[in-house]
């Protein structure tokens, strides 16, 4: 993830890792190819991104195969501090659970283990 951000930002290149499909069987697994050249007509990379910033990873990593980290970490730890958050504000675990869509026991253990 950090090569792609050097190159096209760290917005735009969890917009993109956000915006791709499972590769395989593995959920934590994204993969990619990136053109030696973009094709005149419409592309993945053109579509998620836009023409500049797929044309700056066409420029740097023209034919490879990337595997970024799927950065769940990055959205987990959002929703942790949230549900942290929320319990602050006085909500109930059922609330909170209802309102991050995990279960009563699992967010008592995020309360519990910070």
Same mark, same amino acid.
Not at 1 to 15: K, S
């Given at each position: 993830?950090?090569?792609?951000?050097?190159?096209? #930002?760290?917005?735009?290149?969890?917009?993109l890792i956000g915006?791709?499909?499972?590769? #395989?069987?593995?959920a934590w697994r994204v993969c990619f190819y990136v053109p030696k050249r973009l094709p005149a007509v419409?592309?993945?990379?053109?579509?998620i991104l836009g023409w500049e910033d797929a044309n700056k990873l066409v420029s740097a990593f023209a034919g490879m195969i990337l595997q970024p980290s799927n950065c769940?970490?990055? @959205?987990?730890?959002?929703r942790n501090r949230r549900i942290r958050e929320m319990a602050e504000e006085g909500c109930s675990v059922k609330?909170?659970?209802? #309102? @991050?869509?995990l279960?009563?026991?699992? @967010?008592?253990?995020i309360l519990t283990n910070g």
């Open positions: 993830m950090a090569e792609i951000a050097e190159v096209i #930002g760290r917005d735009q290149a969890l917009h915006s791709l499909p499972q590769s #395989g069987s593995r419409d592309h993945q990379l053109v579509r769940r970490f990055i @959205v987990r730890a959002a609330e909170i659970a209802h #309102g @991050v869509d279960s009563i026991d699992r @967010v008592r253990e």
